[in-house]
């Protein structure tokens, strides 16, 4: 493969790759891409793997930039999975075949897709509590985000259980969704170094909703004004993430739950500190902090 520009042919260290070649990230910005090699969306930089420079000139020729590339390769992620699912159900109702009819009618679709995603969790680079509570979650839909879970050990505490887990979309990137006993994290492990990680804890959640489409859902997490949106869930999982969540909070305000609480007395200063960094990340509102900091010193 040529290691220089395509375009100008110079080298740089900063290139978007094609399947035969380069393009330096000040092509990039010339070009109707419109952002640099470092900027780019994941999605894009995959997409634009798949392109020879010919197809590459003549994707920029009809108005392609990053944002269309990055659409594509949702479109082309989507509808690998969903080849990927109806491919496990077909190999799930053969292995059920010689069972009794009514035991295949029981037999549920996301219990076929998780027997069949076991074996592949088990192969998995991370922890082996993780990869229990993933199986014992039912867990099927883990596409890209194997850097994902491999961090997974690093972020859960002592305390916290696996309670289901998916790949979803967010801002544009696949990220790895995870609901615990005590927070929905989200983690995106960046392609150089370094890994984005956000979350929710499940006491400031208001709502949990979920929309279904042909091949994918998305789920829509509410925290006071905040909504987040997690979309291209597969189809099968994304009512499941939904329910699982809204479960895990009704659970956290159960009576054994919330008498717990009560006996146990929280250090203050650490209290404020873990919703100011809630405030920063832009997961709870201003009056939101306040309000808690108020509670919290009893004011």
């Known amino acids: 493969m040529n290691k220089k520009c395509l375009m100008c042919g110079k080298s740089s260290l900063t290139k978007l790759k094609l399947k035969d070649g380069v393009v330096c990230s000040k092509c990039l910005k010339k070009s109707n891409w419109g952002k640099g090699w470092a900027t780019t969306p994941n999605a894009a930089l995959f997409w634009a793997k798949t392109l020879t420079f010919n197809e590459f000139q003549e994707f920029l020729a009809n108005g392609g930039n990053y944002k269309t590339a990055t659409q594509n390769w949702i479109k082309k992620r989507t509808a690998?999975?969903?080849?990927?699912?109806?491919k496990i159900v077909e190999n799930s109702k053969e292995k059920l075949s010689n069972i009794d009819n009514k035991q295949v009618?029981?037999?549920?679709?996301?219990?076929?897709?998780?027997?069949?995603?076991?074996?592949?969790?088990?192969?998995?680079?991370?922890?082996?509590?993780?990869?229990?509570?993933?199986i014992a979650a039912k867990v099927f839909d883990l596409t890209f985000v194997k850097k994902e879970i491999k961090a997974l050990p690093e972020v859960l505490d002592n305390t916290e259980t696996i309670k289901y887990a998916c790949s979803g979309v967010l801002d544009g990137h696949t990220w790895l969704v995870v609901c615990t006993n005590k927070r929905v994290?989200?983690?995106?492990?960046?392609?150089?170094?370094?890994?984005?990680?956000?979350?929710?804890?499940?006491?400031?959640?208001?709502?949990?909703?979920?929309?279904?489409?042909?091949?994918?859902?998305?789920?829509?997490?509410?925290?006071?004004?905040?909504?987040?949106?997690?979309?291209?869930?597969?189809?099968?999982?994304?009512?499941?993430?939904?329910?699982?969540?809204?479960?895990?909070?009704?659970?956290?305000?159960?009576?054994?739950?919330?008498?717990?609480?009560?006996?146990?007395?929280?250090?203050?200063?650490?209290?404020?500190?873990?919703?100011?960094?809630?405030?920063?990340?832009?997961?709870?509102?201003?009056?939101?902090?306040?309000?808690?900091?108020?509670?919290?010193?009893?004011?």
């Open 105 to 134: 009618n029981t037999h549920s679709l996301d219990d076929a897709m998780a027997q069949n995603e076991t074996e592949k969790i088990q192969k998995m680079d991370t922890s082996e509590k993780v990869k229990q509570e993933l």
């Open 185 to 299: 994290i989200f983690l995106n492990k960046n392609m150089i170094v370094g890994m984005d990680q956000k979350e929710i804890p499940l006491a400031v959640i208001n709502a949990v909703s979920y929309s279904k489409q042909f091949v994918s859902g998305t789920v829509s997490i509410t925290n006071g004004a905040n909504v987040t949106g997690i979309e291209k869930i597969n189809a099968v999982a994304a009512p499941i993430m939904a329910k699982t969540i809204r479960e895990q909070m009704a659970a956290i305000k159960s009576p054994t739950q919330s008498q717990t609480v009560v006996q146990s007395t929280p250090d203050v200063p650490d209290e404020i500190r873990k919703y100011k960094q809630l405030l920063d990340d832009d997961i709870i509102t201003q009056e939101e902090f306040d309000a808690k900091k108020k509670e919290l010193l009893n004011l």
């Open 80 to 86: 690998k999975t969903q080849a990927k699912s109806d």
